[in-house]
């Protein structure tokens, strides 16, 4: 059964870091792009991040752009977010998602979905 853990949420004050890890379990990532969400309170569910399967190619929403960096290791099966210069309006439970989708692009839609990280920026 496909299964993604998210870690390495947390509290920070803002324009500070963190990096999220979203682990994969009963199968591999190889073939999988990878996505990140995220959901404030009172808020649609939004995209922040994806990466291909190949890695080859990565999006970003315009709100994250220049701060916020995707990566993949398949050696470990993982796929990290570096959040750096984090405000306030980036509070949130983040979520990492998989799609089967080989190639250089990312899935419109991701049919499975860890269980989220809560990331709190706050002075």
């Known amino acids: 059964q496909l299964q993604l853990v998210e870690s390495g949420g947390g509290l920070v004050q803002p324009g500070g870091s963190l990096r999220l890890s979203c682990a994969a379990s009963?199968?591999?990532?190889?073939?999988?792009?990878i996505g990140w969400f995220r959901q404030a309170p009172g808020k649609e569910r939004e995209g922040v991040s994806c990466?291909?399967?190949?890695?080859?190619?990565?999006n970003y929403a315009d709100s994250v752009k220049g701060r916020f960096t995707i990566s993949r290791d398949n050696a470990k099966n993982a796929v990290y977010l570096q959040m750096n210069s984090l405000k306030p309006e980036d509070t949130a439970v983040y979520y990492c998602?998989?799609?089967?989708?080989?190639?250089?692009?990312?899935?419109?839609?991701?049919?499975?979905w860890g269980q989220g990280t809560q990331v709190t920026v706050s002075s």
């Open positions: 990466i291909s399967s190949s890695g080859g190619s990565t």
């Open positions: 009963g199968f591999t990532l190889d073939y999988y792009a």
């Open positions: 998602a998989a799609e089967w989708s080989p190639g250089s692009s990312c899935p419109a839609d991701f049919a499975s």
